[in-house]
């Protein structure tokens, strides 16, 4: 889907809202009456007849004006998540089954797009890299895929796809950046990464942060999945969280490393904060 530009004549603030499924045409058109009636900017407008609260619409005004100055990574990227390109690698192959099993679970697609926390037992579960595969996966079938790195104290991503480590969901959530920095990655359509960044702040502290919510929701209307790479388990309880933001949760254990009780404790910790987990998966020693 190609986002207007915001130095188009026809990127007026209904036509964006339309655009990312906030408003529909019709809601947009009455908005557009009633503040022409009332002196109103349209933003104003759409708040006063209640089609969108005043946190959604900035959200989301921010979100597509990051869209549209999209930044691309390095072309020189990890060869690990973009092998999954191939459509003949092994790993592309399992990672499509559980794509596949996410996609019948979550009911996509839909319009309103579904979040889901990717956390691993451990930081060698492997957690970070079946979030990157997967999103490579759902952005190969022509979804709009956010992988957002939520590990703001061990970031992976920006490793696995050599993005730039300036700028980022650290940096936001703090209130540095007055947008997300969101990646593209050359030679994978429909994917865009927003990578963890830095903050002195604690990863608890950040995703407490009321700026977590108004990007999940505002995300939700411009993309189709949004898959956040969560801090691991054995770490703390921060990725808690990060799960109940997105109301689903995939647990990744590594095979032969993770115990069980550790997934029956993360079972039972997602059960109590009322966060769906909607599967789990175990990656080999080689993965």
């Given at each position: ?32 009456d ?74 996509l ?47 992976r ?47 608890g ?25 969560a ?8 990725y ?48």
């Open positions: 889907m190609n986002f207007p530009r915001p130095n188009s004549p026809t990127d007026r603030v209904g036509d964006i809202l339309v655009t990312h499924r906030a408003l529909t045409q019709a809601q947009a058109q009455e908005a557009a009633y503040a022409e009636s009332a002196g109103l900017r349209f933003g104003e407008a759409a708040v006063a007849l209640g089609m969108i609260d005043q946190d959604t619409l900035r959200e989301t005004l921010n979100l597509h004006f990051a869209l549209s100055r999209t930044a691309t990574a390095s072309a020189a990227a990890n060869p690990l998540p973009v092998a999954l390109s191939t459509a003949a690698s092994a790993h592309a192959a399992d990672c499509r089954v559980l794509r596949n099993q996410l996609a019948l679970r979550l009911k697609p839909r319009s309103n797009a579904p979040a889901v926390a990717i956390v691993g037992a451990a930081d060698d579960a492997g957690g970070s890299t079946v979030a990157a595969h997967l999103a490579i996966s759902f952005a190969g079938v022509g979804y709009r895929t956010l992988l957002i790195d939520g590990d703001v104290e061990h970031p991503q920006q490793e696995l796809f050599h993005l730039t480590s300036e700028g980022g969901l650290a940096n936001y959530l703090e209130g540095g950046a007055a947008s997300p920095l969101l990646l593209s990655v050359p030679g994978i359509d429909h994917l865009t990464v927003l990578p963890a960044g830095s903050s002195l702040v604690s990863a502290d950040l995703f407490l942060r009321t700026h977590l919510h108004r990007l999940v929701n505002a995300a939700q209307l411009m993309f189709d999945i949004i898959l956040i790479d801090p691991p388990a054995a770490r703390g309880r921060e808690l969280l990060l799960a109940a933001e997105c109301g689903n949760a995939l647990i990744v254990t590594r095979e032969g490393l993770t115990e069980r009780r550790a997934v029956r404790a993360m079972a039972a910790e997602c059960a109590e904060a009322g966060i769906a987990m909607i599967g789990a998966t175990m990656v080999g020693r080689n993965v």
